[in-house]
């Protein structure tokens, strides 16, 4: 048996083009497969509701309460992410989330405070927590 002697950086440069390619198919698997969970769900329910010519899943009131849901956690995600590249990662923030939306919540709902008031109270009091908890 012959065999090829390699050195360290040609092995190095195929783990690097093997790496690479495998994160690509992942990006494209799961953009077919959203597709595919998509148009199932339009189908299912063009089929339950017995119309296929009126779409009752992807129609923007439902697309804009679908994003005003994940809202938050897109900012979250924003946050956690600039968080993340300065190699500062603190786990205490999704708490702190959690906690200033249900203090903000509560500010408008049961106290009657107007939105710069509760605005100004959630930020004040997330600093002050940030603070103490480092």
């Given amino acids: 048996m012959i065999f090829k002697k390699t050195t360290k950086l040609e092995d190095k440069k195929q783990k690097i083009s093997i790496f690479r390619r495998s994160e690509n198919s992942t990006v494209i698997t799961v953009l077919i497969s959203f597709v595919i969970a998509i148009t199932t769900i339009q189908l299912t329910t063009g089929m339950l509701s017995g119309d296929f010519s009126i779409p009752s899943f992807i129609t923007p009131n439902n697309i804009f ?11 979250l995600a924003i946050g956690m992410s600039v968080v993340m590249v300065s190699r ?3 786990l205490s923030v999704g708490m702190l ?10 500010s408008v709902t049961d106290w009657g405070l107007s939105l710069p008031v509760t605005l100004l109270l959630g930020f004040t009091v997330s600093v002050l927590l940030e603070t103490i908890l480092g």
């Fill in 97 to 106: 989330v959690s906690l200033i939306t249900i203090l903000m919540a509560k």
């Fill in 65 to 75: 309460n679908v994003f005003m849901q994940i809202s938050v956690a897109g900012i």
């Fill in 88 to 90: 500062g990662i603190d």
